[in-house]
């Protein structure tokens, strides 16, 4: 996570945020944050993480697949078709 006491709001020009793989028009005025670097983060201007989640609904088909032992891709199809 961004350190809460270095935070400081930056705005990108437009050329990096395509680079990104963002539309401008959506993201340009959308609040973006980085990490200076201070004593309380060790000078990363990171402080703290944040774990990312993932949730699978699971049908009695993708059940199935799990305790046969279905490849993860196979899975990850199947759970496409169903939404």
């Keep these: 996570m961004i350190c809460d006491y270095c935070k400081k709001r930056v705005r990108y020009p437009d050329s990096l945020l395509i680079e990104s793989g963002l539309n401008p028009e959506e993201w340009r005025e959308v609040p973006l ?19 990312i989640h993932e949730l699978l609904d699971l049908t009695d088909r993708i059940r199935e ?19």
């Design 33 to 51: 944050y980085e990490g200076g670097g201070c004593f309380e983060c060790g000078g990363t201007g990171f402080r703290g993480r944040s774990a």
């Design 65 to 83: 697949m799990i305790l046969n032992r279905r490849p993860t891709s196979e899975i990850r199809r199947a759970a496409r078709k169903t939404g």
